[in-house]
C-alpha cells in the first residue's frame, strides 16, 4: 500500500496485480479474489494538457470558479493540481459527499476546491449544489462517467476524442486541443448576452412608448388606431 501511494503522489493511477492458482467454474464471486499473491503494479500516467494552467489562471481571472469533479483518488488528484499550479485548500472524496445532506453540501461546495473519488451520481449531486447555491455551472468532461453531471450541468462541454456518450451528453464539443479556447468562449458568450440584453431593453423601450401613445390615441379616438396583430 505505500508503494501505491508513493506512485500516487508521483501523479500514476495504480491497479495492483494478484494471481492464485484456482479450479475452473462457471461463476466466480468475491470470495474467489482472497489469498491472492502479488505480483506488482500497472501504473498509468495521464499528464495534464500543456494548457491546462494557464486555461485555469485565465478563468480566475475573468471571475469563473474552478473545481475538480473527478473519480480519481484524492492522492492523484493533488498531485495534478500541483502541476498545474492549482491551490487546493479543501477537498472532498466520494464517501464524505454520500454521507452530507443537500443542505450540508450546498455550504461546503462554497470552499472546497477539489471533489475526488466521486461516482457519477455524486458529480451530478455536486453540481445540484452549486444551483442551489445560485450558481451557473459549466462542466467539462469526456468520460463514460462524465455522462450525467454533463446534462445536469447549465453547458456541458466537452472535446472532439471524448467517448459518444460525453459528446452525446455535451451541449459545446471543443475542435481545439488547446483548453484556452474555454476563455474565449467565456467573453464572447459574455459579448453575445450583454447586445441581447441591450436589444432586449431598446425593443422594450419603444414598445413601452407605443403602448402609451396608444391608450392616448384610443381615448381620443372613436376607433382603435393600431390593431393587436399590427403591433
Do not use: W
Not at 498531485?79 to 445532506?101: D, K, T
Not at 468562449?185 to 431598446?202: D, P
Amino acid at each position: 500500500r505505500q508503494v501505491a501511494r508513493d506512485m500516487n503522489d508521483d501523479g500514476f493511477r495504480v491497479i495492483a496485480l494478484g494471481v492464485r492458482a484456482i479450479e475452473a467454474k462457471a461463476a466466480y464471486s468475491l470470495a474467489d479474489e482472497a489469498g491472492l499473491t502479488l505480483m506488482g503494479f500497472v501504473a498509468f500516467l495521464d499528464p495534464p494538457k500543456d494548457s491546462a494552467a494557464d486555461a485555469i489562471r485565465a478563468l480566475h481571472d475573468n471571475g469563473v470558479a474552478v473545481k475538480i469533479l473527478t473519480g480519481d483518488n484524492d492522492i492523484v488528484t493533488r498531485n495534478v493540481c500541483r502541476q498545474v499550479g492549482f491551490e487546493v485548500e479543501r477537498y472532498l472524496v466520494g464517501p464524505q459527499v454520500e454521507a452530507m445532506s443537500d443542505e450540508e453540501l450546498t455550504i461546503a461546495t462554497r470552499d472546497t476546491q477539489v471533489f475526488a473519488r466521486l461516482n457519477p451520481a455524486q458529480k451530478v449531486r455536486v453540481i445540484q449544489a452549486l444551483h442551489r447555491d445560485g450558481h451557473v455551472v459549466g462542466f467539462l468532461g469526456d468520460g463514460i462517467n462524465d455522462g450525467p453531471a454533463l446534462r445536469a450541468a447549465d453547458v456541458g462541454i466537452s472535446v472532439d476524442t471524448a467517448v459518444d456518450i460525453a459528446k452525446e451528453s455535451a451541449d459545446i464539443i471543443l475542435l481545439e486541443k488547446s483548453l484556452m479556447v474555454l476563455e474565449e468562449g467565456v467573453i464572447e458568450g459574455r459579448k453575445v448576452f450583454g447586445n441581447i440584453l441591450k436589444y432586449i431593453k431598446m425593443t422594450a423601450s419603444s414598445n413601452f412608448g407605443n403602448m402609451f401613445s396608444m391608450i392616448g390615441a384610443s381615448a381620443l379616438l372613436p376607433f382603435l388606431p393600431m390593431l393587436p396583430v399590427q403591433v
